[in-house]
């Protein structure tokens, strides 16, 4: 059992940053591999990034070169630095606990409330 809070949403101009982070609670958040997710309205929801227990990384390839995913097993956090952001940036993003094999994660039924992302002019 994990239970995620996610905070960092906010407005952001086009090329603009943002560092989302993801606190999570319970005993064996280290086990994890953790990701981002966002949903924009009318789409379906996408995998943005990904990283292991061990601290290995997987990026969708519309993020790859802008975003960071880190992790923090001390602390139980699990950050998303964006940066160059663009309009179709725009979502909300959930952090979710799962599994990698072989380079695809899965993901487990443990996700935070969502933060709002939104870039515009």
């Known amino acids: 059992q994990v239970q995620l809070v996610e905070s960092g949403g906010g407005l952001v101009q086009p090329g603009g940053s943002l560092r989302l982070s993801c606190a999570a609670s319970g005993t064996i958040f280290t086990i994890y591999a953790m990701a981002w997710y966002r949903q924009a309205p009318g789409k379906q929801r996408e995998l943005v990034a990904a990283?292991?227990?061990?601290?290995?990384?997987n990026y969708a390839d519309s993020v790859k070169g802008r975003f960071t995913i880190s992790r923090d097993n001390a602390k139980k956090t699990v950050y998303l630095q964006m940066n160059s952001l663009k309009p179709e940036d725009t979502a909300v993003y959930s952090c979710?606990?799962?599994?990698?094999?072989?380079?695809?994660?899965?993901?487990?039924?443990?996700w935070g409330q969502g933060t709002q992302v939104t870039v515009s002019s």
């Open positions: 990283i292991t227990s061990g601290g290995s990384t």
């Open positions: 979710n606990a799962g599994y990698g094999n072989s380079g695809t994660y899965y993901p487990y039924d443990y």
